[in-house]
């Protein structure tokens, strides 16, 4: 049975590709919660993907968002504002880099390719940030998702470490100049998924094996494990909780190599 600890509260989604994203697991959770959610799909050939989903959860704001359109961007927070008034929590979990520059050694990756997983994976998370802030009046939760890889070196992995090292990095210091208003915002760091993003990285069966294999559990993390966990820091229990990269992993960063 389903608590609406999340009973009359505003989130926004931005990340949901299909019925495998974390994102997805994380907005059923949001809904079974009680929570009103709106939904962005990237472009036209997302949204046959995307909207089903997002009707399925009884979303009120289904719209178009390419995080790196700022007027895509302006006008989806101005339809919350005047649907909703306000809002209470967003999800981002969207991460990107061209293939050549994925599948190659960091110290060869380009310029373009580096700068473009940058802006897609890590800086469009303060901008939206910077969107929502006005919109947070009595406080609220900023949630993103990052992986272990930006914390300790995972083969094939690639350019994305030091991109989510960043991200990383930008939620301590955006948390520190939130608090004052009461906006908290936290990193999910998850085990690795099957989702359609982790698809990009080669040989990443055998990143689920040894993750699996290594694990204290043993057990690979699911998309509504991490929906659990999104649910708790986006409620008003986890109002002390900020500036922290949360593990939903079975223990694995735990564990020694």
């Known amino acids: 049975m389903s608590i609406d600890t999340l009973a009359g509260k505003k989130g926004l989604i931005v990340g949901i590709a299909n019925e495998k994203s974390i994102a997805w697991g994380c907005a059923r959770a949001f809904r079974e919660a009680g929570a009103e959610l709106a939904i962005t799909y990237l472009n036209e050939k997302a949204e046959p993907y995307v909207r089903p989903l997002a009707e399925q959860i009884s979303a009120s704001i289904i719209r178009p968002l390419d995080v790196t359109d700022e007027t895509e961007m302006r006008k989806l927070f101005h339809l919350i504002s005047d649907k909703w008034g306000r809002l209470d929590f967003l999800l981002h979990a969207i991460a990107y880099a061209p293939s050549e520059d994925l599948h190659g050694r960091v110290t060869d990756s380009s310029k373009n390719g580096f700068l473009t997983a ?15 802030e006005p919109l947070m009046k009595d406080g609220g939760c900023l949630l993103t998702t990052t992986y272990y890889g ?41 085990g690795p998924v099957a989702t359609r993003a982790a698809g990009g990285i080669a040989h990443f069966d055998d990143l689920l094996e040894v993750a699996r294999e290594k694990s204290p559990a043993h057990e690979l993390v699911c998309i509504d494990c991490v929906g659990a966990y999104a649910r708790f820091l986006v409620g008003d229990e986890a109002h002390l909780v900020t500036g922290s990269i949360v593990y939903i992993d079975a223990g694995f960063n735990i564990m020694a190599p």
């Open 150 to 190: 930006g914390e300790k070196v995972v083969e094939n992995y690639g350019v994305m470490g030091p991109v989510k090292a960043a991200l990383e990095g930008m939620v301590k210091y955006m948390a520190s100049e939130l608090g004052q208003k009461r906006i908290r915002v936290n990193a999910l760091s998850p």
């Open 118 to 132: 940058m802006d897609i994976s890590c800086h469009s998370f303060a901008r939206l940030a910077r969107f929502a």
